[in-house]
Structure formats: C-alpha cells, structure tokens
C-alpha cells in the first residue's frame, strides 16, 4: 500500500518531463477550457439551465428530468423526441411531449450562450497553439463538449483528424486518416448530434457561425437534432448515454485500451468520472503525467494525494508537472470574461 502521507510539494517542469518520456496519449478536462475563459468554470450545465435569465427550465420540464431520474440533456430529448413520434403514429396527441423538447433544448441553447467564449474573443495565436499542442499526440481524449478544439482543428485540419469524415461529416473509421492524430470526444460535444438510428454525426459549419447555428430550435412540423451530449450527473448514467451510442462507445473502447504513456491536463477525475478513473485503471498506461495547478504547497500535496490513491495497485508510474508549464495552461491564453 502507498504512502499517502509522505508527499512532497514539488512538480515537474513539463518540457522537462516531455524531453525524458514520450507521451502517446493525452487526456484532456475542463481545467484546459478554464485556462482559456474562466466561465467554463460552471459546476452544473442543468443547474445553470435552472437558473439562466432567458427562459430557463419550468417546473413543466424539470419534471421530466425527474421521471427519468436523470440530468442528462442528451437522454431526456432523446426520449422526448422518440416519445413524439410514437404519439403521432398511434394518433394520439404528441404536443406536449414536442413543446417540452423545444423548451428544453431552448433552455440548453440559452444556458450554452451564456457560458461559452464568443467566437470573436479567439485570438488565432490561441487556436495555433491548442492545435499544435494537440497534434503532439498520436491520441487525444477529452472530455470537453465545448467548441474550443473543434475550432482549433477546423483553424488547422491538416494534423487532426476527428474521424467524422464520413458521408454527410458522419462517424466513419473507413475513412479516417490514420497518420493523422486521432480527436475523440468521450463525453461528445456541441457540434456533434445523435442520429435517429442512434449513430453520430458532425454538425459543419464555419467556426464563426457554429455556436450560432446551436442556438436554433427548429419549430417546424420534423424534430431536429439532438446533441450528442454528455453533460453530468452520477458516473453510471454517464456511462448508460455512453453505451447507446456507437461514437462513444468506440471512444471509450479506445481508452480502455490505451496502455501508453498517458498526459492528463486538466482533469479533476472526480466521483462524477469514475467511468474515467475506471477504464484508466484497466488500461494500466506505463506512465500518466497530470497536471496540477501550483496554488499552495498544501494544495499541490493534496492534489498528490488524491490522484496517487486513485492509481494505487495498478503499478501505473505517476509524474506531477505545473499546468501553467505545458502548452494548454500557458497564462497567455486566457481571455477576460466581458462583465
């Protein structure tokens, strides 16, 4: 059993740590998205979407949360959506499970809004570095759904690829390029939706008007997409969204299966990923290096603490670096969120 007490508050200097060890594998969480606009600091998309200023979630809606014992988005407009349709054919009314879809998803539109960097605050140096940063690995993880990456690949594609270049930007492993680092969104994202037959495809757009293109709730006679979304809630329902989907199943697949050395950037891996933490254990990389944030000394050992318990017995060799040493938690990236 490890010695949890004896820790010090040293942390490598990632350059350093890169130089000695290659990394295959990076793992990125929203401590990566912070560093660029602190308002993706959010604790709870749902709790935010009870609470935003523009048509937030009724009690009508919250509801419907609550029945299905869930505070997934992705899942609740997906069973709206199913439920919508089923109605209309058996000729039983379907407006009311159809206006709950469009006044949840407007809830979700609203919340993301409020949120998510505007497009215009990104500088093109920022999108540079995160796609160079990115382009490093062979594999990049993450479990972001916001716009950040996406829009870095789409500022350079060349070096990236998101294995959505299917027909009709659809998941498709035929068609990937393989030289090419591999993009997975364990968790999907804004610009990826759920197909009725339960396959994924990319939302295309240009980077300036994709958010834009989130915020429309189309209230015409077919229901649109539903985002491929998993936003929160308890490990297990998770993981449920995450095996009724083929995308991200496959992206959860591959994590299981990353026996290489792993970078984990940004990443609380807390009770609310213990899928996370779980696959990470089974797939016993040789050597995973996380970032923690240099706040105090005792907050370092803390977080030292924390992170070697979660790997004990697995034999993984674990490496603390200072975030603000690597690429994505350089201090130059931040924006000022606008009052």
Known sequence: ????????????????????????????????????WDDFGYDSLFENARTVEEKPLSPSELSVFDAMQTRSFEQVLGALKVTSRVNKALAVSSAAPRNRYYAIKEALINTVHAV?????????????????ELARYRTVFTTNYDLLNYWAVQHNGNAVDDLFNGPDASFDLCESASEKTRLLYLHGGLHLVRNQDGTARKLTSTEGTLLGNFAINNTLKTLDDVPLLVNEGPSADKLKTIRSSDYLSFCHDQLLSHGDNLCIFGHALGEQDSHIVRALRLAKPKAVAISIY?????????????YTKLFDGTGVELRFFDSKSHALGRPMLSVPVES
């Open 116 to 132: 998510h960097i505007p497009w215009r605050l990104i500088a093109a140096s920022t999108l540079a570095t995160l796609n160079e």
């Open 294 to 306: 240099p706040r105090s000394a005792a907050f370092i050992q803390h977080q030292k603490r924390y």
């Open 1 to 36: 059993m490890t010695d949890f007490l004896d820790v010090d508050a040293t942390l490598e200097d990632w350059s350093a740590l890169r130089a000695a060890i290659a990394f295959s594998g990076l793992l990125v969480g929203n401590g990566a998205s912070r560093a660029v």
